[in-house]
């Protein structure tokens, strides 16, 4: 089920209104049934594959905490994450590797005979498979208890406001959540709600409105003129921040209705004045987990002799390229992962040069002014990072990299009128949006007394709950943005 | 000067902080700059301070002052 | 919501001379002759003519093509009587499945408008459809709001040509849009559709056959005129145009009463797209369209060899 459809819209009220009607005590076997059902109603096939990680993670944990010998433990651990990673591996990346694998052996003049698999992406089985290898892990590192209840774990590992999409949650941080009574409190369920509504706000009004521009550009961008390809990956940098940190929120906010904390995943990562600190603000969940489970067990690989410092680099770009494939089984995301880990790598090991050259402008002294650079200098290596993100092929990203940059020179405020396959109205609304999300951003992050004054008053917290309200109904873009006036002016 | 006190020098300088901001029991939970990546221009500074080479059991075990100083005193020191 | 959906005037009235048409359409006395299509009708006959011509009531239903055909026709089957004649003058986009509307069922927030015109026009949508377009509401209220934030921003902006043409007033009692006449566009003629992108819509002339079956029972007759198309465009989309031709002659024949060859016009003739005639040039069309409906009418008449 998605967030932003009809059946959602029926399906939260009725689990919200009756989770708070149960006895704590039967809440975990609704909350269970309705994830089930909230997972079923993507494609109901596919939640064996989501019960059967279940079992085998279930068992695989009660067997690690209980086995005594820690090639014992190691052997039980490896059994669980090798049927999860297995499991995600058939499902995403056989086609791509297998295509891969078939790209070289032709090259070689072999014959290939290995077709592609014909499967359905399972929905969220990236985050799943996470989150469930994560609790072994932390099994085996002694940091979590196996959870003997069934249903409970159960519950955990589907857990419907975070199972499509995330935050991608640890078992120390969620499973006892599970096992509290969680109090009617209706301030909380009203942060909930609002928190959801300004999440579908950033789906539907912006990330919705900017799709089928840069669909379109992305979709055949050697059609396109160089402007174009610059400002749908400008749009694309908004798109997919409002997709996805709405979504989380959406996700947050639904739990909190019911009483559960999820994780904060976004922290106003358009204003980092670094690649580090970008990662730091930037689908957290995912970089904490890549950092616990794949970077810092890297850096103390102990197989791998050789010095600390380009350790940690290696280290650093793995993870990353990691980080990248996870996104998706393409080329296109294994360099975009490349590119980060480069751009982490290149912040490391010049900064000596750096702070040379800040020096040498008189910058240092210019503190703001210097903030403001680091800022916009991020969001641009960022944005020519998404250009791979989003790219079908890596002939299509360079090309957009290419032409993108080279026609900097003529861009222009008009700009924007020659693509007229997408209204007027369309791309002012969508400016609109973007600097609602940024200003709110910009609030959040610096934390200002006036608006936190503002927002105790109960008149001001109504009026943006309506507003966001109106702004979802009247500018959510739902109708595919192609309607102009004809004979009917409505 | 002690070992400490050299310690607390490169930690300031490295970080940008005043040397009073460092205190004999700073650490990465304190230290706000004295993440991930702080840890790391640190240990490479360290090593260029006194002369040694670390190992990665080394990087992983000098998250404070104290146990900087621990670890660089069982190494033989120039 | 509701104040802006219902209680704030609307960008224009062009919707409201529904009101009128079905006016003349349930008043006329005597067996009446009725135009059904789109605006090609609306911009492109001069009823009285006909009238003087044919000696019987005329009645130009034509507005807008985007409403469907289905909505199109049953707007008309209710008010026919026997003796009565239904000439179809569809644009050639509503032959084809493309992505502008769907071409029977029509736009669901042009057919919400012109419920909200005209409520009693409820009856003319089947009942699959009627909840249908109660969900357009929704899309129109954004449309609305957005034109109304637009018209707010550019207060006091001259109002376009296009709004002091196509509204209520400039329509004649026949259901003619008369204001475009000796009004000269002053950009070059819209494009058009390139009809060969799109597959032919199998439904249409089931629908067309279903509908001239059911009105033989009531003994009226129907017939279809192709519509008027610039030179240039009709040489470009020839081939498509000659494909929609022997389709409707294979599933529903003796409909058609012309070619389409007869109606090409100058692109001089045309206001501002290639739908649309001139004030002058509908003269021309309409005389086109006396002969071809005498000759079929006097056809009809005469007993079978």
Same mark, same amino acid.
């Given at each position: 089920m998605a967030f932003n459809s009809f059946h959602f819209l029926v399906y939260f009220p009725i689990v919200l209104g009756c989770y708070h009607a149960l006895p704590h005590r039967f809440r975990w076997m609704l909350l269970l049934a309705a994830s089930l059902y909230f997972y079923m *109603?993507?494609? *109901? *096939?596919?939640v064996v594959l989501l019960l059967g990680a279940i079992l085998v993670s279930y068992l695989a944990g009660i067997w690690i905490e209980e086995a005594e010998a820690p090639a014992l433990k190691r052997r039980h651990l490896a059994f669980g994450l090798t049927v999860l990673l297995g499991n995600l591996f058939v499902f995403k990346y056989f086609n791509f590797f297998n295509d891969s694998v078939r790209a070289v052996v032709e090259l070689m003049g072999l014959h290939y005979g290995l077709g592609a698999l014909k499967l359905l992406l399972p929905i969220g089985i990236s985050f799943y498979t996470f989150q469930k290898a994560s609790y072994l892990i932390d099994i085996y590192r002694g940091k979590q208890k196996a959870e003997r209840h069934l249903g409970i774990f159960a519950l955990y590992s589907s857990f419907f406001p975070q199972l499509v999409a995330g935050p991608i949650e640890r078992g120390p941080h969620l499973l006892p959540q599970f096992r509290e009574e969680h109090r009617f409190d209706y301030a909380q369920v009203a942060s909930g709600l609002r928190l959801m509504a300004w999440g579908f706000f950033k789906k539907t009004v912006v990330a919705d409105r900017l799709a089928p521009f840069v669909n379109n550009v992305y979709s055949n961008p050697t059609e396109q003129v160089g402007t174009s390809l610059l400002l749908a990956t400008l749009f694309f940098a908004f798109q997919v921040y409002c997709d996805f940190s709405g979504y989380s929120d959406i996700a947050v906010g639904c739990a909190r209705t019911i009483g559960f904390r999820l994780v904060d995943n976004f922290r106003q990562p358009y204003f980092s004045s670094s690649i580090q600190e970008f990662w730091k603000r930037w689908h957290i969940s995912l970089s904490s987990w890549l950092t616990d489970y794949v970077y810092t067990p890297f850096t103390r690989a102990r197989w791998l002799k050789m010095h600390w410092y380009p350790k940690l680099l290696l280290s650093l770009l793995l993870t990353f390229l990691v980080s990248g494939l996870w996104h998706g089984a393409n080329w296109t995301f294994v360099v975009w992962g490349a590119l980060h880990g480069s751009y982490l790598i290149g912040a490391l090991l010049l900064q000596k040069q750096r702070l040379r050259a800040v020096k040498a402008l008189g910058l240092d002294r210019q503190p703001r002014l210097l903030k403001w650079i680091n800022i916009a200098s991020t969001f641009a290596l960022v944005c020519i990072a998404y250009i791979f993100f989003r790219a079908n092929t890596l002939s299509d990203a360079f090309y957009v990299l290419a032409h993108g940059f080279a026609s900097i020179p003529q861009l222009r405020f008009g700009s924007i009128s020659q693509f007229d396959h997408y209204a007027h109205n369309e791309f002012v609304l969508a400016c609109l949006g973007i600097g609602v999300v940024m200003l709110n951003d910009y609030v959040t992050l610096n934390d200002f007394k006036l608006v936190k004054d503002l927002w105790q008053k109960p008149w001001v917290r109504r009026s943006f709950d309506f507003a966001i309200t109106a702004g979802i109904a009247l500018f959510g873009a739902f109708y595919g943005g192609k309607q102009t006036f004809i004979y009917f002016e409505f | 000067m002690s070992i400490e006190e050299r310690v607390r020098n490169v930690i300031a300088q490295v970080f940008s902080l005043d040397k009073a901001e460092v205190s004999p029991t700073a650490s990465q939970e304190t230290l706000e700059k004295w993440d991930s990546f702080g840890h790391m221009n640190l240990c490479v500074a360290i090593e260029e301070e006194f002369r040694v080479r670390l190992d990665d059991t080394q990087i992983v075990e000098m998250t404070s002052v104290p146990k900087v100083v621990q670890v660089l005193s069982g190494l033989a020191l120039k | 919501m509701a104040v802006i959906l219902f209680v704030v005037p609307d960008g224009n009235d062009y919707a409201k001379v529904t009101i009128d048409k079905h006016e003349r359409l349930n008043s006329a006395q005597g067996s009446k002759v009725v135009f059904v299509g789109g605006s090609n009708l609306a911009y492109g006959l001069d009823s009285p003519s006909v009238e003087q011509a044919l000696g019987r009531p005329v009645v130009n239903m034509g507005m807008n093509a985007y409403l469907g055909a289905r909505f199109l026709l049953e707007e008309v089957a209710g008010a026919l009587k026997a003796g009565d004649t239904v000439v179809l003058s569809f644009e050639n986009e509503m032959f084809r499945v493309q992505s502008e509307f769907d071409a029977v069922d029509g736009r669901n927030t042009d057919i919400f408008m012109m419920v909200k015109t005209r409520p009693a026009s409820w009856r003319f949508l089947p009942s699959g459809s009627q909840r249908q377009v109660l969900t357009a509401a929704p899309e129109v209220l954004q449309l609305k709001t957005l034109r109304i934030l637009g018209d707010l921003a550019h207060w006091g902006r001259e109002p376009k040509l296009l709004d002091r043409i196509e509204m209520r007033e400039g329509f004649n009692a026949h259901g003619d849009? &008369?204001?475009? &006449?000796g009004v000269a566009w002053p950009e070059p003629l819209d494009a058009g559709t390139n009809l060969a992108a799109y597959p032919l819509d199998p439904r249409i002339p089931v629908l067309l056959r279903e509908f001239r079956t059911r009105l033989a029972t009531q003994q009226v007759q129907v017939f279809l005129l192709p519509p008027p198309l610039p030179r240039g465009y009709y040489k470009a989309q020839q081939t498509a145009v000659e494909a929609t031709k022997r389709e409707l002659d294979r599933s529903v024949p003796g409909l058609r009463i012309a070619e389409p060859e007869r109606y090409v016009f100058a692109e001089s003739c045309f206001f501002d797209d290639i739908h649309h005639l001139t004030g002058e040039c509908r003269i021309e069309r309409t005389q086109l369209v006396i002969e071809d409906l005498r000759a079929a009418l006097s056809a009809a008449t005469r007993p079978p060899p």
């Open positions: *109603a993507w494609r *109901a *096939a596919y | - | 849009l &008369v204001s475009h &006449v």
